[in-house]
């Protein structure tokens, strides 16, 4: 049969190995596997460059909102996974092999990535829970291709899990590259079918274009314009909160919320909000010389509690005591207790972590925990400044024997988690959303959206507070900010 009589029947172009066998299918593999490989550097070097990580999220976070922006990065990522396709098509038509063994291409370079995955991921030491650093400069080299990507999904699922999207994404390009030699013979088989084909790659990037025009270009009613939007700040726990309002009720992106909100300590939030600096603050009630600095400035705070956290106390997941009483959490922190033998642990000394004065997480600690008992004087290693660097600081590796530390429950399980931290129960509670919730736990914390006395009721302030505590999309912002809604109790 000739060749034009094989492609009147309709039979596959690409033909059945050779008669060198199975060893000379592999060797054909190993060299196809090298084309392969310099495809994905090429591609990885063009998309990097091209895209430019940075600019291709924030250049365009500031002008489309969340499903404008999903409609660019999935047609990025359409476009990728095309030409890593049409590396595979390629290889298949070329190699004129089977299917099966044009596949054996793709596996040494996809294997790579959880390889180098896993390395960075154990050099973490779960001190860099989250994707980024140093420690991860492998990994996001070798998927170069998909850093908009990682930078674009980190704003919307929790940073710990980033990394595992970023393992996932090691497979795609392989993914794709088998798609594309695996419909060759499919696609050959009839003018029909590579039509169809055609059509399905047309309408992916078409359905796109509609998604984007319709979330780009039809209005929307925001209670707020950006340009009179409250001037909000607040505790750093709060700044999830903060990004879930300026979302809600001015139409920020969460990719623009990044930069849109930005938040100080608690002390600097009442500062800020008594020099009329700020128009209503999200933070833990204020300290003995916050009240002192409103009364000096003829100030009065009002305090309209919205949401409940929890204050937890953290120590190594490697650490064998699980819980203490608060009896014990004050000897501790008194410096009546020194050593973990004294609570049910290791023969060790307690290395007992404090906050900066006036932050929100020292001034619960002062008020609520100890109530009224003095805190030792830490040393100055033992001050830690900034509630991520306190729990970074138990995560390390070397002090898994040592230490103990506090934070409120919604940043440190989820905005700062980290994988070799634990919470402690206290008094046999452990801390949950329904222990936090029924008040079952003992250190539940209540945030607060605090405003100045006088202002106009209806100001900015006066109108973003009364959809929080009135309405159920306030509700359900402060849910979503990571607090237990007071609201839901007033009902």
Same mark, same amino acid.
């Given at each position: 049969?000739?060749?034009?009589?094989?492609?009147?029947?309709?039979?596959?172009?690409?033909?059945?190995?050779?008669?060198?066998?199975?060893?000379?299918?592999?060797?054909?593999?190993?060299?196809? %596997?090298?084309?392969?490989?310099?495809?994905?550097?090429?591609?990885?070097?063009?998309?990097?460059?091209?895209?430019? %990580?940075?600019?291709?999220?924030?250049?365009?976070?500031?002008?489309?909102?969340?499903?404008?922006?999903?409609?660019?990065?999935?047609?990025?990522?359409?476009?990728?996974? #095309?030409?890593?396709?049409?590396?595979?098509?390629?290889?298949?038509?070329?190699?004129?092999?089977?299917?099966?063994?044009? #596949?054996?291409?793709?596996?040494?370079?996809?294997?790579?990535? !959880?390889?180098?995955?896993?390395?960075?991921?154990?050099?973490?030491?779960?001190?860099?829970?989250?994707?980024?650093?140093?420690?991860?400069?492998?990994?996001?080299?070798?998927?170069?291709?998909?850093?908009?990507?990682?930078?674009?999904?980190?704003?919307?699922? !929790?940073?710990?899990?980033?990394?595992?999207?970023?393992?996932?994404?090691?497979?795609?390009?392989?993914?794709?590259?088998?798609?594309?030699?695996?419909?060759?013979?499919?696609?050959?088989?009839?003018?029909?079918?590579?039509?169809?084909?055609?059509?399905?790659?047309?309408?992916?990037?078409?359905?796109?274009?509609?998604?984007?025009?319709?979330?780009?270009?039809?209005?929307?009613?925001? #209670?707020?314009?950006?340009?009179?939007?409250?001037?909000?700040?607040?505790?750093?726990?709060?700044?999830?909160?903060?990004?879930?309002?300026?979302?809600?009720?001015?139409?920020?992106?969460?990719?623009?919320? @990044?930069?849109?909100?930005?938040?100080?300590?608690?002390?600097?939030?009442?500062?800020?909000?008594?020099?009329?600096?700020?128009?209503?603050?999200?933070?833990?009630?204020?300290?003995?010389?916050?009240?002192?600095?409103?009364?000096?400035?003829?100030?009065?705070?009002?305090?309209?509690?919205?949401?409940?956290?929890?204050?937890?106390?953290?120590?190594?997941?490697?650490?064998?005591?699980?819980?203490?009483?608060?009896?014990?959490?004050?000897?501790?922190?008194?410096?009546?207790?020194?050593?973990?033998?004294?609570?049910?642990?290791?023969?060790?000394?307690?290395?007992?972590?404090?906050?900066?004065?006036?932050?929100?997480?020292?001034?619960?600690? @002062?008020?609520?925990?100890?109530?009224?008992?003095?805190?030792?004087? !830490?040393?100055?290693?033992?001050?830690?400044?900034?509630?991520?660097?306190?729990?970074?600081?138990?995560?390390?590796?070397?002090?898994?024997?040592?230490?103990?530390?506090?934070?409120?429950?919604?940043?440190?399980?989820?905005?700062?988690?980290?994988?070799?931290?634990?919470?402690?129960?206290?008094?046999?509670?452990?801390?949950?959303?329904?222990?936090?919730?029924?008040?079952?736990?003992?250190?539940?914390?209540?945030?607060?959206?605090?405003?100045?006395?006088?202002?106009? @009721?209806?100001?900015?302030? %006066?109108?973003?507070?009364?959809?929080?505590?009135?309405?159920?999309?306030?509700?359900?912002?402060? @849910?979503?900010?990571?607090?237990?809604?007071?609201?839901?109790?007033?009902?």
């Amino acid at each position: 049969m000739n060749d034009k009589d094989e492609a009147h029947d309709g039979r596959s172009s690409v033909r059945p190995p050779s008669r060198g066998g199975i060893a000379a299918s592999l060797l054909a593999a190993a060299g196809w %596997a090298i084309v392969y490989a310099l495809v994905y550097l090429i591609v990885s070097i063009v998309a990097g460059i091209v895209s430019d %990580a940075h600019a291709f999220t924030r250049g365009a976070a500031g002008r489309l909102g969340d499903g404008a922006l999903a409609a660019v990065h999935l047609f990025y990522l359409f476009a990728i996974g #095309l030409l890593f396709a049409a590396a595979g098509c390629g290889i298949a038509v070329r190699s004129r092999r089977r299917t099966r063994f044009v #596949l054996l291409a793709f596996v040494p370079l996809t294997l790579l990535g !959880p390889i180098v995955w896993t390395f960075c991921y154990r050099s973490s030491e779960g001190a860099m829970a989250g994707f980024g650093g140093f420690v991860w400069f492998g990994y996001m080299a070798y998927a170069f291709w998909a850093a908009p990507l990682f930078d674009y999904v980190r704003h919307y699922v !929790p940073d710990f899990t980033v990394k595992y999207i970023a393992l996932a994404a090691s497979f795609v390009p392989a993914a794709f590259a088998a798609a594309g030699a695996a419909l060759v013979p499919w696609a050959s088989r009839s003018r029909a079918r590579k039509l169809r084909l055609a059509g399905v790659i047309a309408a992916v990037p078409a359905a796109l274009a509609v998604c984007f025009a319709l979330s780009a270009f039809l209005p929307r009613d925001y #209670l707020f314009e950006r340009s009179a939007y409250p001037r909000v700040d607040g505790a750093t726990a709060a700044v999830p909160l903060g990004k879930e309002l300026a979302h809600r009720l001015a139409g920020v992106s969460r990719p623009e919320a @990044e930069m849109f909100v930005r938040f100080n300590t608690t002390h600097q939030a009442y500062v800020h909000l008594i020099e009329n600096k700020a128009d209503i603050i999200f933070a833990a009630g204020p300290s003995g010389e916050e009240r002192r600095l409103a009364e000096q400035r003829g100030v009065r705070l009002k305090l309209t509690p919205v949401g409940k956290d929890a204050f937890v106390f953290l120590v190594h997941r490697d650490n064998p005591v699980n819980g203490l009483s608060v009896g014990q959490i004050r000897d501790i922190y008194s410096g009546a207790v020194s050593n973990w033998n004294q609570v049910g642990g290791d023969d060790a000394e307690i290395a007992a972590y404090q906050r900066d004065p006036n932050s929100g997480s020292q001034t619960y600690m @002062e008020t609520k925990v100890m109530a009224g008992a003095k805190l030792a004087e !830490p040393p100055m290693e033992r001050r830690i400044y900034g509630m991520g660097g306190l729990i970074d600081t138990v995560a390390a590796y070397s002090n898994a024997r040592h230490s103990l530390g506090y934070s409120f429950y919604y940043f440190a399980n989820e905005m700062h988690k980290r994988e070799h931290v634990k919470f402690l129960a206290v008094n046999g509670v452990d801390c949950t959303k329904d222990t936090i919730r029924s008040g079952g736990y003992p250190f539940t914390a209540v945030l607060y959206a605090v405003t100045r006395e006088g202002d106009p @009721e209806d100001g900015p302030a %006066a109108r973003m507070l009364s959809w929080i505590v009135s309405s159920e999309d306030g509700r359900k912002a402060i @849910e979503k900010g990571g607090f237990i809604p007071i609201v839901e109790e007033r009902e």
